[in-house]
């Protein structure tokens, strides 16, 4: 990793479920994926702030169709924060997960439920960070950087086809 950037994360939960990771793993995965991303001399700021919202299907639904107009729910949304210059804040953006999905796809990925909300949040904040998968190339990027931070958080990689145990 290339630096060490403190990320204050605000968590909000919205959905129905009551089994989630704890504010300090989200917060050493988003530290994790932003040291990652960007070079300590590329950091917007030594410290930032990340909202992460955890909802379930129906709002999941509505907020992909409202702003990707796309139907039903996904498995995370992000939104990035371009900021106001000259106010000194650094907020890099907003997540909002949906629950029901990330117990779901785990189940059907054969990995553990904690791995998978590990991999979403490095997901989320990557994007945040201005990575994406729309082409091959970036897609590869991101793909790879992933796996490297979540290796380095002790999670095998989300993509392989044997993920039994996976935490």
Excluded at 103 to 127: I, M, N, P, T
Excluded at 128 to 151: P, V
Aim: glycine share 6%; hydrophobic share 35%; net charge negative.
């Amino acid at each position: 990793m290339n630096g060490t950037i403190e990320v204050n994360v605000d968590l909000v939960n919205a959905s129905t479920d009551s089994q989630l990771p704890s504010l300090s793993d989200f917060r050493s995965w988003a530290e994790s994926a932003l040291s990652a991303a960007l070079p300590a001399s590329d950091a917007p700021h030594p410290s930032t702030e990340l909202s992460i919202r955890i909802v379930d299907k129906e709002e999941s639904a509505e907020l992909n169709r409202h702003y990707r107009n796309k139907n039903g729910p996904t498995n995370i949304l992000s939104f990035p924060y371009d900021g106001i210059q000259g106010t000194g804040i650094s907020l890099l953006g907003d997540l909002a997960i949906c629950a029901p999905l990330v117990r779901q796809e785990a189940r059907e990925q054969d990995k553990s439920v904690k791995a998978h909300w590990a991999h979403l949040a490095v997901h989320g904040v990557l994007h945040l960070s201005g990575y994406d998968h729309e082409e091959e190339a970036t897609a590869q990027e991101m793909e790879t950087l992933e796996i490297n931070i979540l290796n380095s958080l002790g999670y095998r990689n989300p993509y392989s086809q044997d993920l039994k145990g996976n935490e």
